[in-house]
């Protein structure tokens, strides 16, 4: 079965420290993969998605960067951390391709998140 | 564009009581539509989706919802609410286009339900 761990859980950085989360995903081949961040447990807003080792698209400008070094390896990382970075960062999968037969639907399988303070 | 409306912040339910969150969405092309859970600092988890065929889906811990084409809302239901179902549950959906292609997973702002004893 397909398991994705993300982490460090937590994470309290100053303001203008670097930033490097890591999220892997085991027991499937070729995932989208997501990051995304949810400010004051309400919304999710989409920072990034790949469909493809460094092919990453961007969905807002910010001060946040993402790299797919593996097929199964996603990282979110920042040069200089802002105090508006804060919040809680989600990693996910989902199949490439769709396909009623074989069950694949298009959803997402989320990590458990890591929470960022930024001070 | 497409958009996808969950027009309540908070939903309150008596333990026992049916609940319901509602879910509303606007799209071109065929909708995949899901429903997620999320439980305090925890990911979200998967709890059901509608692709195609009966309009009533089940999920997960007694959840089902109900897909309404006309009315295009995806309403979250359960008929005994428990203490342990209050997190936070959001409403999702994909749109494939006619071509066959994927866009990507668009959610809801997310309601959070309480039940209480």
């Known amino acids: 079965s397909q398991t994705i761990h993300q982490w460090p859980a937590t994470l309290v950085q100053p303001v203008g420290s670097p930033l490097s989360l890591e999220c892997t995903v085991e027991g499937t081949s070729n995932p989208n993969l997501y990051w995304y961040r949810q400010a004051a447990g309400r919304g999710l807003q989409l920072l990034f998605y790949?469909?493809?080792?460094?092919?990453i698209s961007s969905e807002v400008p910010q001060n946040l960067s993402a790299s797919r070094p593996q097929d199964r390896q996603f990282i979110l990382s920042s040069k200089k951390l802002l105090l508006s970075d804060s919040g809680f960062y989600l990693c996910?999968?989902?199949?490439?391709?769709?396909?009623?037969?074989?069950?694949?639907?298009?959803?997402?399988?989320f990590g458990e998140g890591s929470r960022l303070t930024v001070l | 564009a497409q958009s996808v409306a969950q027009p309540e912040d908070q939903v309150n339910v008596a333990e026992g009581n049916p609940l319901t969150v509602k879910c509303t969405y606007s799209v071109s092309g065929n909708p995949y539509l899901f429903w997620y859970v999320q439980y305090p600092n925890r990911g979200l988890q998967f709890l059901l989706k509608?692709?195609?065929?009966?309009?009533l889906v089940k999920g997960s811990y007694g959840f089902e919802a109900e897909f309404n084409k006309s009315q295009t809302s995806f309403h979250l239901k359960k008929p005994s609410a428990l203490v342990s179902d209050s997190a936070l549950y959001f409403c999702?959906?994909?749109?494939?286009?006619?071509?066959?292609?994927?866009?990507?997973?668009?959610f809801g702002k997310g309601t959070k339900l309480s039940v209480k004893p």
């Open positions: 509608y692709i195609t065929g009966d309009n």
């Open positions: 996910a999968w989902s199949v490439t391709q769709l396909g009623l037969a074989g069950g694949n639907t298009g959803e997402l399988f």
């Open positions: 999702a959906v994909r749109v494939i286009t006619y071509g066959g292609s994927q866009g990507n997973l668009i």
């Open positions: 790949s469909i493809g080792i460094d092919q």
